[in-house]
């Protein structure tokens, strides 16, 4: 993170950060009641969790903090030690070393625990600035969230097996990996595992549903040295595509300059990249054909196993064939009727008009009524001159092709088909009736 844009993003939450006597009160040492410094150490803890969600990150160090962060021309906020501290006995931040090591046993991760919650009590607002690492615990949540949805966007199963490289990369670096993985092993979301063919293969085991992650099968493993191998042979591919790529150059390069015997070495190393390029290609598609039969059958289990609870449910309940027709034909018919309520509650489509349109509109309505107005100067027109105006502004009215704004809109003018002099001429008659 740069301190430039830190900065500058500063300014733009806080308008009055430049203000020096607002400033110089910010700064102080809380002091007194906690009454007294509430507000001061709810405005900097909203502002640190503001500036790292706007940067993406979850994991920050308190010394970059309070000298680069909040650094006003060298001075620097004297209760940020505190603010800090706060925030980790309220469990707000944590330090990465208290986290459980999620790449160890059971027994391990328990014996951690009791070693946290000793370091823990010796924390005081001298050392938590002497920290490399503190985790915001809000946004290592929604982290760990949106790692998952991202994983369910790309696996149709309840559970997805991924390379520990992978996972870290998406959640932003090796130590974010590290404790987004602590906090979903402690949720029960996710698993570590590991097997050794030839060299260590790394991967994780996550779950993509609210139901916590089953326990490593040999099929998860099997699934992870092929996700392994697909990944290998991709880097591989880019690898294979880079070279050709320089090779190219090169040899259009050397053609140029008329040096036609290089040129020639380096079409023969585009012709050997080519080919292995095409083997290559062809193992990583077997490759993602056996993960797609996986992930298939994956598939097909779970539909085979809800077909089974279903048959026993109804065995056990004693419901015949029929009625489960007619239940399936009620639930049709209301979805088709909750459908039909949503397409009547739909809005009316109103007609998009630009300001041009309006304005023209406008126009012809002013020459209407001024055309209205010089036929009421001419005697023999029959009609008095309020007749006559209200007369050409209702026709006016009446041909204004503006889109309603809907039912109930307060215009208060209805179409009748009558003019407006009829209207008003028939309210003595409804009277006298």
């Known amino acids: 993170m740069d301190s430039k844009s830190v900065k500058e993003f500063i300014r733009k939450e806080v308008p009055d950060w430049d203000d020096e006597l607002i400033a110089t009160a910010r700064f102080k040492a809380f002091s007194g009641q906690k009454s007294d410094w509430e507000p001061k150490f709810q405005f900097w803890k909203n502002l640190i969790v503001k500036i790292a969600r706007h940067f993406g990150v979850f994991i920050i160090s308190p010394p970059q903090v309070k000298n680069e962060w909040f650094n006003r021309g060298g001075l620097t906020p004297l209760c940020i030690d505190h603010v800090l501290f706060i925030m980790y006995n309220e469990g707000e931040t944590t330090r990465i070393t208290d986290m459980v090591g999620p790449y160890s046993g059971r027994i391990t991760q328990l014996l951690y625990k009791v070693k946290s919650l000793m370091n823990r009590s010796t924390m005081s607002t001298e050392s938590i600035l002497l920290e490399d690492c503190l985790v915001l615990t809000t946004l290592l949540k929604e982290k760990a969230d949106e790692v998952i949805k991202c994983l369910s966007e790309s696996h149709w199963n309840s559970y997805c097996v991924v390379t520990r490289n992978k996972f870290e990369n998406m959640c932003g670096g090796q130590k974010e990996g590290y404790a987004v993985l602590s906090y979903l092993s402690g949720c029960r979301k996710g698993r570590y595992l590991s097997t050794n063919k030839k060299e260590l293969i790394e991967g994780i085991k996550v779950s993509l549903s609210s139901a916590v992650v089953s326990g490593v099968s040999s099929l998860d493993f099997n699934t992870l040295h092929l996700i392994w191998t697909q990944e290998k042979l991709q880097q591989q591919l ?61 598939s097909t289990k779970q539909v085979t196993e809800a077909i089974q609870i279903g048959a026993r449910v109804i065995k056990e309940n004693k419901i015949s064939i029929e009625e489960v027709q007619l239940c399936l034909e009620e639930l049709e018919e209301s979805i088709d009727s909750q459908k039909q309520v949503e397409k009547a509650l739909e809005p009316a489509p109103s007609l998009d008009m630009e300001d041009e349109d309006i304005e023209e509109e406008f126009r012809k309505l002013e020459l209407e009524i001024g055309s209205g107005n010089l036929k009421d100067l001419n005697p023999e027109a029959g009609v008095s001159d309020s007749e006559g105006t209200d007369q050409s502004l209702a026709d006016a009215l009446l041909n204004l092709k503006l889109a309603d704004d809907g039912p109930g809109s307060g215009s208060g003018i209805q179409d009748s088909g009558l003019p407006a002099k009829n209207k008003e001429s028939n309210s003595p008659m409804l009277e006298a009736a």
């Open 238 to 298: 880019d690898v294979i595509d880079r070279r050709w790529e320089m090779s190219r150059q090169s040899a259009l390069a050397l053609l140029k300059s008329g040096n036609k015997k290089l040129a020639l070495r380096h079409a023969k190393e585009m012709k050997l990249g080519t080919e292995n390029r095409e083997k290559c290609n062809s193992l990583l598609n077997r490759v993602e054909e056996v993960l797609s039969v996986i992930a298939n059958a994956e």
